[in-house]
């Protein structure tokens, strides 16, 4: 399971918004929030020297191209939204941890950003190579996450085919 720091989140998709809100005209949006990014950028300064005694990660770069990323998927920066942000939040995953082997998008029912992403599927597969599922939560109970069974007993045989095989007593 891989988390994404909401801080990492914030930057992944600050700079489309800050287009779109420029292209309308709402300066005071933009400002408001570079201003509450630059803050967030040096309060993560203060934690990641804390948290690289241990975990040794370089600083994450957010600066590709929202316009060629989203080109990938057939959607314009003008669409903005959770859709767009999940779209930008894939491709940097996947540019920071390749190893990735599956998306797992859980989601309330009737979300209506959840159904465009769940709609996107199959590209969002074809560009990362990575499998998605859909877990929907519609308040009833029951076993939702079973559908990623299959999913993960599909990732634990091939991690275990993957495990180079000792022979005793040869040198």
Not at 6 to 11: P, Q, T
Request: proline share 5%.
């Amino acid at each position: 399971m891989l988390t994404t720091p909401y801080s990492d989140y914030a930057k992944m998709i600050a700079f489309p918004y800050f287009r779109k809100w420029f292209n309308e005209g709402h300066y005071l949006h933009i400002l408001a929030n570079t201003a509450a990014l630059v803050t967030m950028k040096q309060l993560e300064k203060t934690y990641q020297a804390i948290f690289n005694r241990i975990l040794h990660e370089p600083c994450k770069e957010f600066d590709d191209s929202p316009a060629d990323i989203l080109e990938r998927f057939n959607v314009a920066t003008e669409q903005t939204g959770e859709s767009m942000d999940n779209l930008l939040k894939i491709h940097y995953t996947m540019r920071y941890h390749p190893e990735v082997a599956l998306f797992v998008q859980a989601s309330p029912a009737l979300c209506c950003a959840s159904l465009i992403t769940e709609a996107m599927r199959e590209k969002i597969e074809e560009v990362s190579g990575v499998p998605v599922v859909s877990v929907t939560y519609d308040g009833t109970g029951g076993g939702k996450n079973d559908v990623i069974i299959p999913y993960l007993r599909y990732l634990r045989e091939r991690a275990a085919r993957a495990v180079p095989v000792q022979h005793a007593g040869l040198t």
